[in-house]
């Protein structure tokens, strides 16, 4: 079992550039995918990138390719979101989840942190 706990959100101007970082409890993070999310107001909860325990596999959403990286550093316990070229139309809560297994999903996460803000202002 693992709980992430979400860090680096805040204000951004369009165009910038912000890294949220996802530091995982529990002995076994490394056997799990991890998998960024988010949900702006009055909108769902939609999948933003998803990283396989290795690193060696990875998913964008279709919105974020180019523009934003995940990675883990499985000696840390953490996962990264890099974004870069930020939209405001990329502010939302963004959620960090844990979820079994080696192959990457977008769906069927079971660990979740509380979120962090993120506000891209134009």
């Known amino acids: 079992q693992v709980q992430p706990v979400e860090s680096g959100g805040g204000l951004v101007q369009a165009g910038g550039s912000l890294r949220l970082s996802c530091a995982a409890s529990g002995r076994s993070f490394s056997t799990y995918t991890m998998g960024w999310f988010r949900q702006a107001p009055g909108k769902e909860r939609e999948f933003v990138a998803g990283i396989s325990w290795s690193g060696g596999s990875r998913d964008y959403a279709d919105f974020v390719k180019g523009r934003f990286t995940i990675s883990r550093v499985n000696a840390k316990n953490t996962v990264y979101l890099q974004m870069n070229s930020l939209k405001p139309e990329d502010t939302a809560v963004y959620f960090c989840?844990?979820?079994?297994?080696?192959?990457?999903?977008?769906?069927?996460?079971?660990?979740w942190g509380q979120g962090t803000q993120v506000t891209v202002s134009s």
């Open positions: 989840a844990a979820r079994a297994g080696t192959v990457v999903h977008r769906q069927r996460y079971d660990y």
